[in-house]
């Protein structure tokens, strides 16, 4: 076997499952809302058709490279939230960003779910309610402002030019500013009060 | 699977034609992995392929997919228009960028609404998708338009003796409904490539690890545990080195191994080289042209071994 995550590098709690708050040291439970809509808002947004076939077998938490070295990423957990109208815990939730995009799952779900994909709405959700880790409305500036997702720096430009390598374009602005408002990623990453 | 390793470089339709490529850079290779580019360049020269540079392009669209799916769609699907007036197929050298610019590709050739959605957004900039082109990695390339056995006509300096292992890396095979390349379970491209190359691939445990980059931002101590277990599992392979196809697993691996080390107190050492660096050096290309020095954790002690062997 090889050596897990350390304790110091784990999760504390799966904030997904556990809904205790801490209230002058006695830990309450606080009520969950239900919505019975939300999964059909996940089922109506493009990738997330696939949702209800999940009939929680648990093969893309048990083959996920996340949830092998954590205890704090469970993608079936995630997908179960959703099927039972617990929108706001699991949408404000942190562990839905820890999804590595690599698909595992989606390869190996034996009911045809794209986990994967279902996930990504969750997190577009949960951006449009406003919970955004820092770095994506970062990346987000850069690409607006030149096309690339990371800050192009003048002296790196200058550099390549100088051992011989063609000079890099940037994307025009204004096509990058249409597309964000027509697709509305203005919106999702404008600056408001952080609730991450 | 269609690439299944007996069949890689049979495909006789593109052999002796003229390889053009609309080339996709993306932001990780330039900005971050330059000796990437500078390696590619070198070695897509002497393979006789002609890049014609995609002005005006802008990032794949997959770092900001969490954000907001439809402006990704979007991103990628300008870049595909860009070489769609070029009358090219895209060749790309991040398995991220190929990963979803694939995806798109197919969804939007197959999937009306889906396309009449995202030409709505692309209206906005006066372009149209057509879905007249495709999407290959480099890799993809010597394995199908070049073929590997005219690629062993280019190996002048085999790296013999080198022990070599591949970290394949996510999104060259997966989802494999959009990617169709190799086993998505047991993939074997690269494998081949380094045995190719003349050097001996080393097989270790969970070679197909996920190398975490994706979530580095939000989160960094889980993608070095992840390449930690990586580098525990290639040493006790006793590999030289290690290759990659990706920038974005490159960056991981080489730019971050020393806080892995740490992290954990342990010492890995292990050079990580892009595989056109490795290629270049089978060509014989002089390891000063193939930006080798640029490189975080240095390949010295690899470079020296290769020169015993030889």
Known sequence: MEPKATHSQTHEVDDMTDNAVESDGVKLQTPSRVDPKFKHEVLSMPGGETLKYCFQCGTCTSCCPIADITDSYRPRTAIKLAQLGLEERLLSSNTIWLCAACYTCTDHCPQGVEVKDVLRVFQNLAVKKGYIPRVYRDVGKNILDAGYAHKISKFKMKKRIAIGLPPLSEAPPAHMEKLAKATGFHETIAEKEDKE | ?310
């Open chain 2, 1 to 310: 699977m269609s690439g299944k390793p007996e069949k890689a470089g049979n495909s006789e339709s593109k052999k002796d034609a003229v390889l053009k490529y609309a080339f996709y850079l993306g932001c990780a290779t330039p900005l971050r992995e330059r000796a990437y580019e500078i390696s590619a360049r070198r070695v897509m020269k002497e393979l006789g392929i002609k890049l014609v540079e995609m002005k005006g392009a802008n990032c794949c669209g997959l770092p900001i997919d969490a954000v907001n799916h439809e402006m990704t769609l979007a991103l990628s699907a300008r870049n595909l228009t860009i070489a769609e007036k070029k009358g090219l197929d895209i060749l790309t050298l991040c398995s991220g960028c190929t990963g979803q610019l694939m995806k798109t590709n197919k969804l939007l050739k197959g999937n009306r609404k889906s396309r009449e959605r995202v030409n709505s957004y692309l209206k906005t900039i006066r372009a149209e998708f057509q879905g007249t082109i495709e999407v290959k990695h480099l890799l993809r390339v010597l394995v199908e338009d070049i073929g590997f056995e005219k690629l062993k006509t280019y190996i002048k300096r085999p790296l013999n003796g080198m022990k070599i292992a591949a970290h394949y890396g996510c999104h060259l095979l997966m989802p494999s409904k959009y990617l169709d390349f190799d086993d998505f379970e047991d993939p074997e491209f690269l494998v081949e490539f380094i045995a190719l190359l003349g050097a001996e691939p080393v097989r270790y445990v969970d070679e197909k690890q996920c190398c975490g980059a994706v979530i580095a931002g939000v989160n960094l101590d889980l993608p070095l545990n992840l390449i930690a277990n990586k580098f525990r599992n290639v040493k006790n392979a006793q590999a030289d080195a290690m290759t990659t196809i990706c920038p974005s697993c490159h960056l991981m691996y080489d730019q971050h191994q020393s806080s892995a080390e740490k992290m954990f107190g342990e010492t890995y050492n292990m050079p990580v080289l892009h595989f056109t660096q490795l290629l270049g050096l089978a060509m014989g290309i002089p390891a000063e042209e193939l930006a080798l020095d640029e490189l975080k954790v240095k390949p010295e002690g690899f470079l020296i071994a290769m020169e015993q062997t030889a």
